[in-house]
């Protein structure tokens, strides 16, 4: 079982919905990063949380410790949001090293 | 944006002949790594780097070696290239802290194809 699972792997949605990326991990944490790639393109980090809620224009990104599992919102999404969405978490232990998801594909049609 | 470029950006090779990929940082951070990206997989860490002449394996290190005779520079090398290591690469690097305090920032990519 991989340590950080993400749901769905593929999404399409229609511009202007409300979109939700699901990340579950299996380990201890000190923090959870989102990660955007555009295709063909290099890899930039949206987020990086270890409690509670961050906001980024039409970005949202949640984090239950407890519950071990983090979401992130895209409100009123639009065809430029068309992208890979990747989790990683920083791990507690072995120098604090990313354990990555294999993240969603997100395609917003016009 | 911080500043780590990577050369080659597209490589294509032979099965059997060395390659070397270099990761340049402007920013003077102690930790570098070295990640694959292959369809079906996450990125995966090769290896890492958490000083000059300072490194470790991640979890495919097989086939690949790395050094750090620099803060700035991250080479890593396949020795004798093989069919399995065509992917893209990515470099990275970690800015100073602990825990909820660490951002990571990634390179470009190299695209590599292994005939």
């Known amino acids: 079982k991989n340590e950080v699972e993400q749901s769905p792997q593929n999404l399409t949605a229609q511009e202007g919905e409300f979109i939700t990326i699901n990340c579950s991990y299996s380990?201890?944490?000190?923090?959870l990063h989102w990660l955007q790639q555009h295709p063909g393109g290099g890899i930039v980090s949206l987020f990086m949380?270890?409690?509670g809620k961050k906001k980024h224009g039409r970005l949202i990104a949640t984090i239950n410790i407890q519950e071990k599992h983090s979401s992130l919102h895209i409100t009123a999404s639009h065809p430029r949001d068309s992208a890979v969405y990747i989790c990683?978490?920083?791990?507690?232990?072995?120098?604090?090293?990313?354990?990555f998801g294999k993240g969603t594909k997100l395609s917003v049609k016009p | 944006d911080a500043g780590i470029t990577q050369s080659p950006r597209h490589k294509v090779t032979e099965t059997g002949t060395p390659v070397t990929l270099r990761c340049h940082q402007t920013?003077?951070?102690?930790?570098m790594y070295w990640y694959r990206q292959d369809p079906g997989h996450g990125l995966r860490l090769i290896h890492y780097?958490?000083?000059?002449?300072?490194?470790d394996k991640g979890e495919v290190s097989d086939g690949y070696s790395v050094s750090r005779s620099k803060t700035e520079d991250f080479l890593l090398t396949l020795e004798s290239a093989t069919s399995s290591q065509t992917s893209v690469y990515f470099c990275?690097?970690?800015?100073?802290?602990?825990?909820?305090?660490?951002?990571?920032?990634f390179g470009p990519g190299t695209r590599l194809t292994v005939l």
């Open positions: 990275a690097i970690r800015t100073p802290g602990t825990g909820a305090y660490n951002e990571q920032f």
């Open positions: 380990v201890g944490i000190s923090a």
């Open positions: 949380l270890s409690s």
């Open positions: 990683a978490v920083r791990h507690g232990g072995s120098q604090g090293n990313l354990i």
């Open positions: 920013e003077n951070h102690r930790y």
């Open positions: 780097s958490y000083g000059v002449k300072d490194t």
